[in-house]
Structures are given as structure tokens and as C-alpha cells.
């Protein structure tokens, strides 16, 4: 395992940690425009998100969205976009980050429900994808180019 861990070192992957839940969400820890933030990271989401109580803490500028959001038991959800953001998690960053807000409460409701804490929000795909991820799920590790 240590040669991987070298390997991706040398391929200059950073690494980032994170935690499983009680309910088996790989929980993340990010930093959205210098505010800190607790984060799912959800390979089946295809935007990062923030919920709509969020925009204030970190600092968005939002616009309106056509785009409707669907998620797990729930669709047709309305969105607005914030673009030109901040992100940073552990030493990998993207300084012009775009991504969706819309309301987080079902997510929450579902944590809080198995006595889980609730999120800001959730990392996806884009950034996954955008830092050629590789998930380390035995070592509870994210490494991002």
C-alpha cells in the first residue's frame, strides 16, 4: 500500500481524509471561499451543492438556475448557480469553482433521523472528475491531482 501512497506522491495527487458516518456517507471536510464546511462525498452526484441556508456562511453569489435538481427521493427541486467560488480541500484547490444551491433539508432530515450530524452540502462528480480522482475506501482517503 505504501508504494501506491509514493506512486501518487510523485504523480502529484494530494490527499485528503475522510470519515465514514453511522449512516455510510464518506464525510469530507472543505473549504468554500475560507469558510470551513462539512461536506458528503457522493461519487453519484453530479454537481457539488450546497443547501440554500449555506449561502450566507460561505459567502455566495447566486444567480437563477433553469435547472432542476433530482436526488435521492426527490426531484423537480429548484436550483440557483453560484459561480467564481473558492474550494479547497486539504491542499488540492480550484479558485474558479461553480456549483449548484438548492434545498439540502431532506438530505439533513435523513441524517439527523439516524442520529447522523447534517452536511453543508456535497461533493461530486465535477470535482472528482476535474481532479482525476482516486478513492482509497480501506484507508478512508481521497487523493486529487
Request: overall charge positive; aromatic content about 8%.
Amino acid at each position: 500500500m505504501k508504494a501506491i501512497q509514493e506512486l501518487l506522491r510523485k504523480e502529484k495527487y494530494k490527499k485528503i481524509n475522510f470519515k465514514v458516518s453511522k449512516t455510510q456517507h464518506l464525510l469530507i471536510k472543505a473549504t468554500l471561499n475560507g469558510v470551513k464546511g462539512n461536506f458528503i462525498l457522493d461519487t453519484g452526484a453530479s454537481n457539488s451543492c450546497v443547501g440554500f441556508e449555506s449561502i450566507e456562511k460561505f459567502l455566495l453569489t447566486t444567480e437563477k438556475s433553469a435547472t432542476q435538481a433530482a436526488g435521492a427521493g426527490a426531484t423537480g427541486m429548484f436550483t440557483q448557480l453560484s459561480t467564481q467560488n473558492h474550494l479547497q480541500l486539504g491542499s488540492w484547490k480550484e479558485t474558479d469553482f461553480s456549483l449548484v444551491v438548492f434545498d439540502l433539508t431532506h438530505v439533513n432530515l435523513a441524517l439527523t433521523q439516524h442520529k447522523a450530524k447534517p452536511v453543508d452540502g456535497i461533493i461530486g462528480a465535477d470535482v472528482l472528475l476535474q481532479g482525476k480522482a482516486i478513492i482509497d475506501y480501506y484507508n478512508h482517503c481521497l487523493y486529487l491531482k
